[in-house]
């Protein structure tokens, strides 16, 4: 019998009860269904016992999605909505005919186990775009999220709302209290929400929806159904208040040794709904105390690394500041509090001290939405008393416009920074910098589109800080060879960028052409991430995923791309070809394989020489393999295997990760993850010496061998669904010794030897050992809805001894015998609704 044939007859065996009623189909082919006005208090229980319940519709038809597309569902799910004039009710039960079987994971809130979960979509603009996601599994673990463009989601979003769960011998059931003073909607008399129910069946791995869902479409929000029967609940107007106090002990060095200064902070965050389309929200004196550390990493490219957003204030809502594709960088968050610019000592501040920060952001019926982010940030003085980071202004604004019902779209953001710079301050560093840009995107066919967009930047300052951004690794003016000449004269760099991109972005095979041109003098790095520009670029990407399931897997894709690079005066800098192919097999492991052929053709250069002339270098080929084992067991295994090779064979890679998920029970987890690589690359950048802009100057590489070794340690314990303990540790070793030391003297040679000659009369560059501990203990316990006390221990270690060696051991050692960073912090909120 097939699997269908039995998924079919078990959900034909799960009908158990009569359905009093059933969903309904709209004149635009969307599903509906029905709330109803409650008159009496509804018991937060888990229970149908109320009134309501009884004559509240219910709703049933689940489909099938995940890895069917719109096949019968293994067990019936069924649902009902409910309302007064504060909150939205929502009672679901899941059946099963084996409730002892159900998995149910305890986890800190909005961490997604492999358990059972049941989701309920609320669309309240009805926009077709955006909505909120509130999940929950039998263990009473709490999720949330937002749905941007259609098919975005965000999990930052933490909304007050309330759920209660039961198991029983039919399965399990899920009542939601979810306050309107959470959704956004248009003040109407008669309301009608977009509206879906999911189901995560764990242990068959199966999602089911209502309405029906299909993954091939590649949206989200549009294929919700419809809620209606909403009515006089007047109009949203919401106001919350967190203020906020925090205790922490922190580690400073003196001169003679070390001391253990006690500090206190106090803020306030608020969060107000202006109208029922417009809310602000606003921080004072914030502190991010709780948040993980950036993990380590060593960097030897000409680049700053790009971290992800991790403070809660700007990863909430960010989705809309997001244009998405090749503009992704316009606007990086992690410029806001940064690490001061000019910093000089270990015992200088580490982050900018952010003031107030406040976002206002809305959304109307006829489809506009507009955002806007102020910050202001503190001048941060060194411990020599200098500046070295001066007090910021930020202003970002953003403005969109949706047409035929989001298929089509048109927007604008403007980014405005301004710095206040004083003496030791305006020779390095820009004075203020603005970005405009355009952005708009067109479907059609129901599986094409077309999108674009166009910016142009100006950033000032003074000619010497002007200087060094022409000569920085983002411009490298003083390359020979450059479209740009330099000019220390000049008090301001100007620039744009522009985008094209067609793609077929629904159905069993998505095909995507894009193309990008950056101006030389585009700077965009002081709110945003852009390291390239003076660049032409051309991706394509076919890919084709499975929408059946077979007897050997339950789903898998494969992508072919090729992306090619230019200079702006038609040099070639890149040209690499990629061959990925992904599957969740039949015993739900999953298993990958990457390819990847690079520097393909007269490929050259730009930053090698950091700052010398193009580079021409040599193919490269690197594969991937991974290996991951059953999310559902106790024990989930993991592996993957990278190797790599080129500069005719002179350089290589190999790496070797794996780990080790394991549960103890439901509320205890633990994750190691090792990871060991050893590389030679036969072209490492040295330095370059002599006088910028003469003919004398030598650009040297030598041969670098390293060893990299990182260890990284997750366990949590989750005591309730508002109370847990999560443990995160990191060491990390990296090692360089250098040989072979040459310098270019026939950048664009064919013949590789022919590039460099040697130089240093045998000497040999300084080799590294650099070594880092990064570890934190989180205890989160939310002791109301919205308030939470957050007790955290964070401990930091840093050691370069023995450079230019790898001993496991002995590196270990030094690195744990430093002496600690250590902070310890208490942070207690409490949020109230007045």
């Not at 003085?381 to 930020?394: C, H, L, S, V, Y």
């Not at 416009?401 to 089509?408: A, P, V």
């Not at 760099?493 to 095909?511: C, E, H, N, Y």
């Not at 669904?721 to 040679?749: C, H, I, K």
């Amino acid at each position: 019998m097939t699997h269908r044939r039995i998924a079919a007859l078990a959900a034909l065996l799960c009908l158990c009860g009569p359905v009093t009623g059933r969903a309904q189909t709209t004149g635009r082919g969307a599903t509906a269904a029905r709330a109803v006005r409650s008159t009496g208090t509804v018991r937060l229980d888990g229970r149908a016992d109320e009134a309501v319940w009884r004559t509240a519709p219910v709703t049933d038809d689940f489909r099938q999605f995940s890895p069917g597309e719109a096949v019968p569902a293994r067990f019936r799910t069924v649902f009902q909505v409910a309302y007064d004039d504060r909150t939205l009710y929502v009672f679901l039960r899941m059946y099963d005919p084996q409730p002892d079987s159900l998995v149910a994971l305890l986890s800190r809130r909005d961490v997604r186990t492999p358990s059972e979960w049941i989701k309920v979509v609320i669309d309240g603009f009805h926009d077709r775009r955006s909505g909120l996601q509130f999940m929950v599994n039998p263990a009473g673990v709490k999720r949330d999220a937002t749905i941007f463009s259609d098919a975005g989601e965000d999990s930052a979003w933490d909304g007050v709302w309330d759920v209660a769960v039961q198991v029983d011998t039919l399965g399990w059931t899920a009542e939601f209290a979810i306050p309107f003073s959470q959704l956004r909607y248009d003040p109407s008399e008669e309301l009608t929400f977009g509206f879906g129910v999911w189901r995560d069946v764990a242990r068959f791995g199966e999602r089911d929806a209502w309405p029906v869902y299909r993954t091939s479409l590649g949206t989200f929000a549009s294929q919700l159904g419809d809620l209606t029967g909403i009515s006089g609940i007047g109009r949203n107007r919401r106001l919350e208040v967190m203020p906020y106090a925090v205790s922490k002990n922190v580690t400073q060095p003196t001169v003679g040794g070390w001391t253990h200064p006690q500090q206190q902070a106090y803020g306030l965050d608020l969060k107000a709904g202006l109208t029922s389309n417009v809310t602000v929200d606003a921080t004072i004196n914030p502190d991010f105390g709780q948040v993980e550390a950036d993990p380590a990493v060593l960097n030897l490219s000409a680049f700053e690394v790009r971290f992800e957003e991790r403070r809660p204030f700007f990863q909430e809502g960010g989705n809309l500041f997001r244009c998405g594709g090749p503009c992704e960088g316009i606007f990086y968050t992690r410029r806001l509090g940064r690490a001061p610019q000019l910093a000089t000592s270990d015992r200088d501040p580490r982050s900018s001290t952010i003031q107030a920060a406040a976002k206002v952001t809305g959304r109307f019926s006829g489809g506009t939405q507009f955002g806007i982010v102020a910050v202001q940030s503190a001048r941060e003085r060194g411990i020599a008393g200098q500046t070295i980071e001066p007090a910021t202004t930020t202003l970002v604004g953003r403005l969109v416009q949706d047409f035929r019902g989001g298929r089509s779209q048109l927007g604008t953001m403007v980014t405005g920074l301004t710095r206040d710079l004083d003496a030791g301050t305006e020779p390095y560093l820009r004075r203020d910098a603005y970005t405009l840009l355009l952005q708009g995107y067109h479907r059609f066919a129901e599986r094409w589109e077309v999108s674009g967009y166009a910016g142009r930047s100006t950033a000032r300052g003074s000619a010497a800080a002007i200087a060094r951004t022409q000569l920085s690794s983002v411009h490298y003016f003083q390359r020979p060879d450059h479209e740009e000449r330099y000019d220390p004269t000049r008090t301001s760099m100007d620039g744009g960028v522009t985008s094209l991109s067609i793609k077929r972005f629904a159905g069993r095979v998505r095909w995507e052409t894009t193309g990008r041109y950056a101006e030389p003098g585009t700077e965009l790095n002081d709110l945003g991430f852009v390291p390239l520009v003076n660049d032409g670029m051309i991706r394509n990407q076919l890919s084709v995923s499975s929408l059946v399931p077979t007897s050997w897997y339950r789903r898998g894709n494969a992508v072919l791309s090729l992306e090619n690079h230019w200079t702006t005066g038609g040099l070639p800098t890149g040209a690499a070809a990629t061959a990925h192919a992904a599957a969740e097999l039949a015993n739900f492991w999953s298993a990958s394989f990457t390819y990847t052929l690079s520097n393909l053709g007269n490929t050259m250069c730009v930053s090698c020489a950091r700052g010398g002339p193009l580079l021409r270098v040599s193919p490269y080929h690197r594969i991937s393999v991974t290996f991951d084992g059953d999310a559902r067991k106790a024990i989930v295994p993991e592996l993957d295997f990278r190797i790599a090779k080129g500069d005719e064979g002179r350089s290589w890679a190999a790496q070797v990760s794996t780990g080790v998920l394991g549960r103890v029970g439901s509320r205890t987890s633990l994750e190691v993850k090792g990871s060991f690589e050893r590389r030679s690359d036969d072209t490492q950048w040295v330095r370059n010496l002599g006088a910028t802009f003469s003919d004398t100057v030598h650009y040297t590489f030598a041969a670098l061998g390293q060893n990299i070794f990182v260890l990284e340690t997750r366990a949590n314990v989750t005591l309730t669904p508002a109370l847990s303990v999560q443990l995160y540790a990191q060491p990390f070793v990296a090692t360089g010794a250098f040989s072979d030391w040459r310098e270019m003297v026939d950048a664009r040679n064919a013949s590789y030897a022919a590039r460099y000659a040697p130089y240093g009369g045998g000497a040999t560059p300084a080799g590294f050992n650099q070594k880092q501990f990064n570890s934190n203990a989180v205890l989160r316990w939310e002791y109301r809805p919205g308030s939470v006390l957050f007790v955290v221990w964070q401990q930091g270690r840093n050691d370069a001894r023995d450079p230019g060696t790898f001993e496991a051991g002995r590196d270990l050692r030094n690195l744990f015998f430093t002496h600690p960073d250590n902070t310890l912090l208490v942070k207690f909120s409490y949020w109230f609704n007045p």
